[in-house]
């Protein structure tokens, strides 16, 4: 089998990285498959619910990378996978796994993969969802609220306290390691045909 296409999708929080994710997911269907770095994200079983809701989930020691490059190579290597899953709500992983199958297309995603050089080196393509900080707040918020079962109030304190100064210390600087910038994501149809028709070559 020839070795599959992988595509990295990062930038800030509600910068757009899913719904380009999805558009791909949708134009390449059965072709792709998808893992999120969000998934990957450390138990936490030895804290409270309180004590969970404190923590900084923004930082690159907040996820298990190595278990997610492991998984990329095994998926690279034609091996299904076990994926964990996260529980937003409830600020853990959940109980329950997900099997991902190899595919000609992999799509990993995430805030901070462009952070970490193994998972990097990875990737046969970097994007990075360029989408400026009032923008993705408010795309935050709404989500957070509606999706996350999260309070306004709890929002806010969490995008002072830790989202924002991590974006600045992690996330943007990352942007120089991608090799596109795709300003708004899944909704810039100029740069979505561009990258639609790369991984068509990888067809040919
Ligand atoms: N270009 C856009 N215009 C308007 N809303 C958008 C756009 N891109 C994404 N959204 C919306 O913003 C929210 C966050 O987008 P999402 O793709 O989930 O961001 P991320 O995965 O980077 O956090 C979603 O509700 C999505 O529907
Ligand atoms: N328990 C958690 C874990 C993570 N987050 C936030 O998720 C954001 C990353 O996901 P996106 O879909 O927005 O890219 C990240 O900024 C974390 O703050 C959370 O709120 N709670």
Do not use: W
Request: hydrophobic fraction near 35%.
């Amino acid at each position: 089998m020839k070795r599959p296409l992988v595509i990295g999708i990062a930038g800030g929080t509600g910068s757009g990285k899913t719904t380009l994710t999805r558009e791909l997911s949708r134009r390449f269907s059965e072709d792709v498959t998808v893992l999120y770095h969000d998934n990957y994200y450390k138990r936490n079983d030895h804290l409270t619910y309180a004590e969970r809701t404190q923590l900084n989930y923004d930082a690159p020691e907040a996820f298990d990378t190595d278990l997610m490059i492991e998984h990329l190579r095994q998926l690279i290597n034609g091996e299904a996978i076990e994926c964990p899953v996260y529980d937003f709500a409830d600020h853990n992983r959940s109980d329950e796994t997900l099997t991902v199958v190899p595919r000609p297309v992999i799509i990993v995603e995430g805030i901070l993969i462009f952070c970490f050089p193994q998972l990097c080196d990875l990737f046969d393509i970097k994007l990075f969802v360029d989408t400026d900080a009032d923008v993705r707040i408010l795309r935050r918020v709404k989500r957070d609220v509606i999706e996350r079962g999260r309070s306004i109030e709890s929002v806010e304190t969490q995008y002072l306290a830790t989202v924002k100064p991590m974006h600045e210390l992690y996330v943007e600087p990352s942007k120089r390691k991608a090799d596109l910038i795709v300003p708004e994501g899944g909704h810039n149809n100029v740069a979505l045909e561009m990258i639609i028709n790369r991984v068509e070559r990888h067809f040919r």
